[in-house]
């Protein structure tokens, strides 16, 4: 046996960092199981139809959550509608057209500095920029405007990884054919990069869902039911502002731990998600 | 090429160039946004009062706006939350990294993406359950909202970002230096942590910081569980951030009251920034080698 000719101050430091590897792993992933099944076992029991589908009602003094389940889909649809084309034209610019430098750096260094800014700095500029000084009021639009954004380093970090992946022949040969910039690009570039775009939109997904201080005052609490474009000008609540405005304000732990469990739910959709469509794309790249 | 062509080429470019400028318009804006509305009442209270005042009475009749607490403990906050969150993050990241066969490896990454993705709110609600009103009986302290269960919160909200970060750094140490340690005689786990730890020093360093990052900008997560009354910081006293500051009092404020608030956005965009600007020195200094 090696292991008998090794000091004992040196066997005393290997099985003492073995232990401390052990019990950290051990202890985040108890962490996680904890938080999952606590929220779970908590919340699931409330969910009901009722909840689900009503708005709030003061004379019957009951809770729905309809309102809340809508916001969030409509901010989620006009986030994405604005920052996709932002997010994809700017890594298209940086990888395709950017030939000088400094102007790469430039912007590669404002989008780290926008992803390091703290939601709730965005939430005040977001409500002295969109609601007062454009004047959308207190609105999911100018909720998903701040939101956009937060999430346009993302969407533009996955976009130009996967561009980077689209090997440079395919362009060449285009080229090489007679095809113009914009065409290469259309139909070249563009449909090599759909990987990217997919993890870009789930993961600014989990963010749009999981995202409560930047809406505060830009979205701000309403629970009224509303249709899409009547919704994006009136002000409402997202499903983690109303856990929040039920757990801090009201009191209401029960309604709260129904709309953690939904969120705990959709977190775990959308991880699985992620993983599943990085090996479909990877399992495509390689055939 | 026809003259049509050329010119649409030229618009097409145009168009990405802006779209590519976007980024930068943004930034501006929030930095424009924040000097512009945040100086007025610095000019108007005195940065040294602002700045280094010890009481925050804003609705009083009396007001005085010093925000020496909320520096003070959001400073202390993320210090606590480093102290506690970093070794574990350090030591799951060394096995998750170097150690863990294939499958525990994707399975625990996984559950910490998950831990990644779950909303500031979901921390928040759990810690108001579960860890406040267990410090209260731990500690035997009349309330468990305090700068400790922030603290707590704190470190298990930047776990994920610690992990990940080192794990990246961690498997781009080349793997010779590793083979070369080990053909001396040294042992596994020593090789990772005198060769392949020391190698990825910066990376790690980098964690840490991205780690002070999150837990000094974090706000709905921490409003809930610390209690929210402007002291100064004390491990079991109820206390406020510069974040939770600016979001517990931004819904009714007015007058001189919210250009103070906006002033202590401010002071949280500069942290930020020095932040960032230390992390980017590590990560630099990462890619230099």
Known sequence: ?287 | MTNKKRLLENIIHGIFLILGLVTISFVLLISLYLIISGIPAIREIGLIPFLFGKTWASTGANPSYGILPFILTSVYGAAGAIVLGVPIGFFSAVYLAKLAPKKVKFVVGEAVSLLAGIPSVVYGLVGMLVLVPGIRKVFNVPDGASLLAAIVVLAIMILPSIIKVSITALEAVPKDYEDASLALGATPTETYFRVSVPAAKSGIAAAVVLGVGRAIGEAMAVIMVSGNAPNMPELFQSVRFLTTAVASEMAYSSGLQQQALFSIALVLFLFIMLINATLNFFLKGNKEK
């Open chain 1, 1 to 287: 046996m090696i292991t008998n000719k090794i000091a004992k101050k040196r066997r005393v430091y290997i099985s003492l960092m073995s232990a401390l590897m052990t019990i950290s792993s051990l202890l985040t992933c108890a962490l996680v199981i904890f938080l999952v099944v606590y929220v779970l076992a908590k919340g699931i029991p409330h969910i009901t139809w009722e909840l689900l589908s009503t708005k709030p009602s003061y004379i019957k003094d009951t809770i729905g959550i309809l309102p809340d389940i809508l916001n969030t889909l409509y901010i989620l649809i006009a986030t994405l509608a604005f920052v996709l084309p932002l997010g994809v034209g700017a890594a298209i610019y940086l990888n395709e057209y950017a030939t000088n430098k400094k102007i790469v750096t430039i912007i590669e260094y404002a989008a780290e500095t926008l992803s390091g800014i703290p939601s709730i700095i965005y939430g005040l500029v977001g409500m002295l920029f969109f609601c007062q000084f454009l004047g959308f009021q207190t609105s999911l639009l100018a909720g998903a405007l701040t939101l956009v954004i937060m999430n346009l380093p993302t969407i533009m970090r996955t976009t130009q990884e996967s561009l980077k992946t689209v090997p440079q022949s395919y362009r060449e040969g285009a080229f090489g054919l007679g095809a113009g910039k914009w065409r290469v690009i259309r139909t070249v570039v563009l449909p090599g990069c759909v990987d990217g775009v997919i993890t870009g939109c789930i993961l600014a997904t989990g963010r749009i869902f999981g995202e409560s201080a930047a809406l505060l005052f830009t979205a701000g609490f309403a629970h009224a039911l509303n249709g899409f474009f009547e919704g994006l000008t009136s002000a409402g609540a997202t499903l983690t502002v109303a856990l929040y405005v039920y757990a801090k304000e009201r009191g209401e732990f029960e309604v709260a731990f129904a709309i953690a469990a939904i969120l705990m739910v959709l977190t775990l959709i959308i991880n699985l998600a992620a993983v599943w469509v990085g090996k479909y794309f990877k399992g495509r790249r390689n055939i």
